[in-house]
Structure formats: structure tokens, C-alpha cells
């Protein structure tokens, strides 16, 4: 609602105080008005950069981190490829064991008792053994071979026991050996 001031302004040259008073503080809301949208438009701008600025370092940071988790994962297949070979070579070394072992025996079972597994892994190690490529397992495993060969009992007792208990008999050094961490006599063997 605004007071039409023309029949004032026709009375005379002067305005009147009211008048100006007006319009100054007319001419105050404005400014201050304009100065709030000022000051509003900054602080969006402000805030604005800062959330540019966290977001463009959230992104290199997670660039960062996926790359470092990439190189991890890499070496975590390496480490694990490597642990399989390894793993795989000493299994077949107790595989030419299980056989020379057999060789000496009646039975599996015979074998499953000196070895302290069960049945259906003796089996699994013989298998392992004949699926094994003969100049293969002979060039890996040659020393363990005849070492095996040699002395069933011996290749089981551990590799700081003298040869004065590798003499007393095979009670003695299966006494002596440490027990199987995996395939004991614990686990259940399927009834066959």
C-alpha cells in the first residue's frame, strides 16, 4: 500500500520532512536488503568451494586408497600362489613318503597308523603319488625319495632327533614325531 505524495510534492518545491524521512528509509531497506543478498551470495559461494574442495579430495583419496588395495591384493595372490607351490611340493614329498611306507606294509591301515591319518588320506597320497609324473616327483623329490626309501621310520621322526632314537624302533620314533597339523586320526573317515 503506498500513499500516492504527488499533491504533496504540488504544494511546493520543498518537501516536507516526513517525506524524506521516507525515502531515506525507503533508500536504507534497499541497501540493507542488497548488502543481505550480498553477504548471502558470498557465504553460498564460500560453502560452495568448500564442498568442491572436500569432494576433490575424498576423490583422490579414494584414488589413492583403491590403487595401494590394488598393489595388496596383488601381493596377497602372489604370497598365496607361492604358499600353494610350496605346499604342493611338500605334499608330494609326503606322498613318496606314503609310498615307501606301503612299500614296507600289508596295508593302508598299517601306513594310516604309522603316519597317524586317516585311511582315506593315505589313499589321496598314493593317488597323488601315481598322478605325479615320475621325472618329475624323482627330480624334486630325489633326496626325500631316498631318504624315504632308506628308513620308512626315520623320514617321521624330527629333524633334530639323533640317530640314537632313530635306532630304538619305530614305537620310539613315532613317539618322537610331531603330531599331524592336518588329516589326523581327529577327522571322521567315510565309511566305505
Known amino acids: 500500500m ?33 548488502a543481505a543478498e550480498a553477504e548471502r551470495e558470498k557465504n553460498i559461494t564460500t560453502a560452495v568451494g568448500a564442498y568442491l574442495d572436500a569432494w576433490n579430495a575424498i576423490v583422490r583419496i579414494e584414488q589413492r586408497r583403491d590403487g595401494e588395495v590394488a598393489r595388496l591384493q596383488e601381493q596377497i595372490e602372489s604370497v598365496i600362489a607361492h604358499a600353494a607351490t610350496e605346499v604342493a611340493a611338500h605334499e608330494s614329498t609326503q606322498a613318496s613318503a606314503a609310498v615307501a611306507i606301503r612299500a614296507q606294509v600289508h596295508t593302508d591301515a598299517e601306513v594310516a597308523d604309522l603316519l597317524e591319518i586317516t585311511r ?10 601315481r598322478a605325479t609324473p615320475a621325472g618329475q616327483s624323482r627330480s624334486a623329490n630325489s633326496s626325500a625319495d631316498s631318504d624315504a626309501v632308506r628308513s620308512p621310520v626315520t623320514a617321521m621322526t624330527s629333524p633334530g632327533s639323533s640317530s640314537a632314537e632313530r635306532s630304538a624302533g ?15 586320526r581327529d577327522e571322521v573317515e567315510p565309511s566305505s
Request: charged share 25%; proline share 9%.
Open 170 to 184: 619305530p614305537a620310539h620314533s613315532i613317539a618322537a614325531a610331531p603330531a599331524p597339523t592336518s588329516y589326523g
Open 120 to 129: 582315506t588320506r593315505v589313499r589321496q597320497l598314493l593317488a597323488v603319488h
Open 2 to 34: 503506498t500513499e500516492d505524495i504527488s499533491p504533496r510534492r504540488s504544494r511546493g518545491r520543498n518537501s516536507s520532512p516526513e517525506l524524506i524521512a521516507r525515502l531515506q528509509r525507503s533508500r536504507q531497506r534497499s541497501l540493507a536488503r542488497r
